[in-house]
C-alpha cells in the first residue's frame, strides 16, 4: 500500500504541471495581466468545453470587446446578464445588460443598445439600493450635455459620483468626474471643470480604474481639451493614452483614436510626416470593424495634411469620406477651396459652417477660417467682425492658443486695412506665444504675415529675413502652398507691384481693399471721382479682374493690402 500511496504521487505531480494548461484557468489569468487577446482566446475555449460562469461570460464580453470582436462581446454579455438574473442577482444582471448596451450606442446601434439599456434599468430596480443604479444615472447626464444643458448635467453626475463614493465603485467615481468637469465646462466653469478631468485621468493613469471605463475617460478627456484649445493638457494625455495603448498590445478598441489624437500631435509640432503614417494606420483600425464613430474625424484629419501639403485632390476625396461616415468637414473643405482659387464657393461654405456652429468652442473653430477667406474675398469689415468675435471667445477661454490666434487674426485684418504699422505691432506681440506653444507650422505662417506688412511699410530687409524663416519651415514640414506664397512674395520687386501697377494705383488699389468707396478714395489721396474711377480701370486691366471684390482678393493674395 505504501508502494502504491507513492506511485500514485507521479499522477499527482502531472496534474500539479498540467493544471496551468487548463484553458479557464490560462484566461482567467490572462485577464489579470491585461492580455486581451490570450483572454478572449482562453475563455472562449472553455466555454466551448463546458459553460462559463456568469463572471467569466463578463471577462470574456470585455476581452472580446477590447480586441474588436464586438460580436462576441455583445453575445458574452448577453449572456452574462441572463445568467446572473437567473442566479438571483440581478444587480450583477444590470452591470452587465448596461455594459451591451453602451457598446451597442457606441457602434450606432441604438435599437439594441437602448433595448439592453431599458433592461438595465428593470433589473437595477429589482435590486433595490444598489451600484448598478449610478451607472444607470449616466444617460441622463449625457443626454443633458448633448443638449447643452451644463446645469442638468452636472446634478445628474454629481449624483452618479455621490453613488460610487457610497458604494467604494472607482470606475463609477471616475465616469462621475469626467461627466461633472464636461458638464462644469459646458456651464462657463472651465477651471473647475477641468480639475475634475484631471482628477478622472489620475484615478486612470493611477491603474484604479478598469479598462473599458479607462478609454472611454482617456478619450473623452483628449476631446474636451482639444475643444477647449487647450493644448499642453491635449498633448500630455495623448501621451498617457499612447502609453496606455502600448502597454496592452492586444488592445484594438481605442487604439485607433489614440492614432488620430497622435497625428494631430505630431501635426502640431511639425512632424508631418509621420503624422500622416500615424492617421492612415488610425482609418485602417477603425474600418474594421464598420460603424466606429471615430473614423470620420481620422478622414477628416488626413484630409487637413493633405490639403497642407498642397495634395488637394486626395483632400477632397478625405473629406468626402469624412462626411459620409458623419464627421463635421468644415473648415476645412472652405479653406481647401480657398487654396483651389474658389474663393465664393469658400466664402458660402464658411458662413454656413458659422451659422451652424454650436457651442463657443465650435465658433472659435471656423471663425479664423471666416477672417482668412473673407480677406481674400476682400470682406474686410466682415473680417473684422469675426476677429472681433474670435476675441470675445478667446477672452472666456482665457487659453494661450486662442490667444495668439486673436493676435494673429488682428494683424491681417490691420493689414488688409492698410494699416500695416498696426499689423506689425500685433504680429510681433503675438509672435512670443507661437514660440511658447511650438506650434512652427503657424509660427511660420505668422512671420510669412510679417513679411507681408514689413514689405508695405518697405522696411525690406526685416520682410526678407521673415519670408527665410517661414521659408526653412514650409520647406521642413512639406506645405506647399504656403512656399509657393513665399516664392510669390520673394519674386515681387520691391519698388513696383505685380501688374506694373504705379505708385498711385498701388495707393488706390489698397484703399478699395479696405471697402472705401470712390468718392472715400477721392476726399483721401485728394483727386477727383472721375481721376479714382480711370487708376481703378487700369488697375483692373493691369490685374486682369473685373470687379472690386476681385481685385481686393489678388491684393490680400499678393500682399498688396
Known sequence: MTGGRRSGSRPAVQLTETAPRDPLALGRTAYLRGAWGEARRQLSAAGALHPLTAADLDRLGVAAFLTGEEATAAQS???????????????????????????????????????????????????????ECGYLRIPAGLEALERGDGDSAEAVFADVVRTAERFGDPDLRALGNLGRGQALILAGQPGTGTDLLDEAMVAVTAA?????PSGIIYCAVILTCRKLFDLERAGEWTAALSRWCAEQPDLKAYRGQCLVHRSEIMQSRGEWSQAMTEVRRACERLADPPGDPALG???????????????????????????????????????????????????????????????????????????????AAGEVS?????????????????????RAVVGYARGSVSLCEGDPAAACAELRRTWPAWQRLDLPYEAACVRLRMAQAYRQLADHDSAELELDAARRVFERVGAAPALQRVRELARRAP????????????????????GATNAEIARSLVLSEKTVARHLANTFGKLEVSSRAAATAYAYRHGLA
Open 77 to 131: 454579455w448577453a449572456s452574462a446578464s441572463q445568467t446572473w438574473a437567473g442566479q438571483g442577482a440581478p444587480g450583477h444582471a444590470a452591470r452587465s445588460a448596461f455594459w451591451l448596451g453602451v457598446t451597442l450606442l457606441q457602434r450606432g446601434e441604438h435599437a439594441r443598445g437602448g433595448g439592453w439599456l431599458a433592461r438595465a434599468r428593470r433589473l437595477a430596480g429589482a435590486a433595490g439600493d444598489c451600484v
Open 208 to 212: 484604479e480604474v478598469s479598462a473599458i
Open 297 to 375: 474625424m481620422a478622414y477628416y484629419q488626413l484630409g487637413e495634411l493633405q490639403r497642407l501639403r498642397g495634395d488637394f485632390g486626395e483632400a477632397e476625396r478625405s473629406y468626402r469620406r469624412a462626411s459620409a461616415e458623419g464627421h463635421s468637414v468644415q473648415p476645412g473643405l472652405a479653406l481647401l477651396r480657398l487654396a483651389q482659387g474658389r474663393t465664393q464657393h469658400a466664402l458660402a461654405a464658411i458662413r454656413t459652417a458659422v451659422e451652424e456652429a454650436r457651442g463657443t468652442a465650435d465658433r472659435a473653430r471656423v471663425l479664423l477660417a471666416d477672417v482668412e477667406i473673407a480677406l
Open 382 to 402: 466682415s473680417a473684422r467682425s469675426a476677429a472681433a468675435e474670435l476675441a470675445d471667445i478667446a477672452e472666456a477661454f482665457d487659453m494661450p492658443y486662442l
Open 495 to 514: 519698388e513696383r507691384a505685380p501688374g506694373s501697377l504705379t505708385r498711385r494705383e498701388l495707393e488706390v488699389l489698397r484703399l478699395v481693399a479696405t
